[in-house]
């Protein structure tokens, strides 16, 4: 369970997300929806400890993580998938995969399961396709998969996926978003924030709406799913979609 408490962060003393509450519980996904510039990375960036909060508190089935810096928090079992996937240009798939596995401890239970690269091979075929190809040669599609991929090796309790269908033709949109429900479904608690409320309804437990760093919504994913009015209001769209 991931519990964050007044979280407050921001850059060069102007604050950016301001005291953020919220509980992803394991096996869950809890979606933050918000408009661009909103600060849905600002608040994985600071649970992931690349930034730190200027207060509140990030808690990992009960253990205060706040500040910690940020392989700390990797190891701790909180996975990362960053904006725009940040893969690395000269290096392989495989590459990727063997720098990226951090089995956990002997003697740790906490991780709902242990990913091994040839069980995220499993997971994610396209990617056992590509295994020689570079950073740079593989698609926009593949490269999320093995931002994905990355994080799973971590073993974690926690994945926090920043916008993890931009730029996605629709078919691996809805690839991404049954892998999350697959995730989910294993015991992993997600975080997932979009700007896109028509895919986070799709999958999430609870919604959040950020608008200006402070939560303006709270609700199901059951009642948005049954009615998008409430949320759609909070994100100001209109009845066109626009
Ligand atoms: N490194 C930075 N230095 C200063 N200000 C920043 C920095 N990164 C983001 N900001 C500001 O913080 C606010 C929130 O940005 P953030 O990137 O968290 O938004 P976002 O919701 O992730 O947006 P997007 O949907 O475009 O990814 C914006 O006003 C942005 O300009
Ligand atoms: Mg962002």
Redesign the pocket.
């Known amino acids: 369970m991931l519990e964050l408490t007044g979280l407050t962060a ?3 003393g ?1 604050t ?2 301001h005291g953020l509450d919220l509980s992803v519980p394991a096996g869950t996904v809890h979606a933050v929806v ?12 600071t649970v992931a400890g690349l930034m730190r909060p200027s207060a509140g508190t990030v808690r990992l089935d009960g253990r205060d993580v706040t500040g910690q810096p940020a392989h700390r928090i990797a190891r701790a079992g909180i996975g990362l998938v960053p ?1 725009g996937r940040r893969v690395f240009a000269g290096l392989t798939v495989d590459e990727h995969l063997r720098l990226s596995h951090r089995p956990p401890r002997r003697g740790d239970t906490t991780r709902p399961s242990v990913w091994t690269p040839a069980r995220v091979l499993e997971l994610l075929p396209r990617l056992g396709e590509r295994r020689g190809n570079r950073g740079t040669d593989l698609s926009g599609g593949e490269q999320q998969m093995l931002a994905l991929a990355r994080a799973l090796l971590g073993s974690p309790r926690v994945l926090l996926l ?2 993890p269908t ?1 730029g996605l033709a629709p078919v691996l949109v809805r690839q991404i978003d049954a892998l999350v429900t697959t995730l989910a479904a294993e015991g992993i608690a997600v975080l997932l ?1 979009s ?1 896109s409320p028509a895919r986070a309804v799709a999958c999430a437990r609870t919604l959040t709406v ?1 608008t200006s ?1 402070r939560m303006t919504l709270r609700l199901s994913g059951e009642d948005a799913r049954a009615d998008a009015t409430a949320l759609d209001a909070a994100l100001e769209l209109t009845a066109t979609g626009a």
């Open positions: 921001g850059y060069h102007g950016v997300l918000g408009h661009n510039g909103a600060g849905k990375t600002t608040l994985v960036h904006q920043d916008e931009e924030v700007p950020l760093g």
